[in-house]
């Protein structure tokens, strides 16, 4: 399984800025709707497609907990968990036709092999089931002219 994933490497500055989720498939999230964009307002260019693993989390024993970065997991959560990347930072993924586009609320996954791990709502709304192997692109930001 295959999946492009595009994400952009913007560490915003804590969270009082909350970026920006939405699914395509119309799923409700904790986030507002609407085009991802930095805490700057800056573009964004995308750099060459890397591949990892990926999988999906949460469910009824972890809805009311708070993630790493602060953030209430709900069944309606579109979200996204990575080890390294700043809470925030906006990822989009891309399954099969259908996008989710969703900040790093967590951190995770601590399963060999594995580079993301989504939120149950993020990965419905992709059709992402169970664990498979993502092709993503990581993102630089630079100023308007």
């Known amino acids: 399984m ?23 498939t ?3 999230s904790g986030y507002e709707a609407g085009a991802p964009t ?15 693993g990926a ?8 809805w009311g907990r708070t993630t790493a970065c602060g953030v209430v997991l709900r069944p309606s ?6 080890k390294t990347l700043p809470c925030g930072t906006i990822v989009r993924f891309v ?11 967590d951190r995770g996954p601590y399963i060999r092999g594995r580079a993301w791990d989504l939120t149950a709502a993020a990965s ?15 993102a630089v930001e630079y100023a308007r002219r």
């Not at 930095?38 to 990892?52: D, L, S």
């Not at 999988?55 to 972890?62: D, I, R």
């Not at 992709?126 to 092709?135: D, Y």
């Open 55 to 62: 999988s999906w989390y949460g469910g009824p024993t972890m």
């Open 77 to 82: 959560t579109i979200g996204v968990a990575h």
């Open 26 to 28: 119309g799923g409700a």
């Open 124 to 138: 419905e709304a992709i059709g992402l089931e169970g664990v498979g192997r993502v092709g993503y692109q990581v």
């Open 95 to 105: 399954y099969h036709g259908r996008t989710v586009t969703a900040p790093v609320i």
């Open 38 to 52: 930095t805490a700057t307002g800056k573009e964004v260019a995308f750099g060459p497609v890397r591949y990892a």
């Open 2 to 24: 295959l999946c492009a994933v595009a994400l952009t490497m913007t560490a915003l500055a804590g969270l009082g800025a909350i970026p920006v989720a939405q699914a395509a």
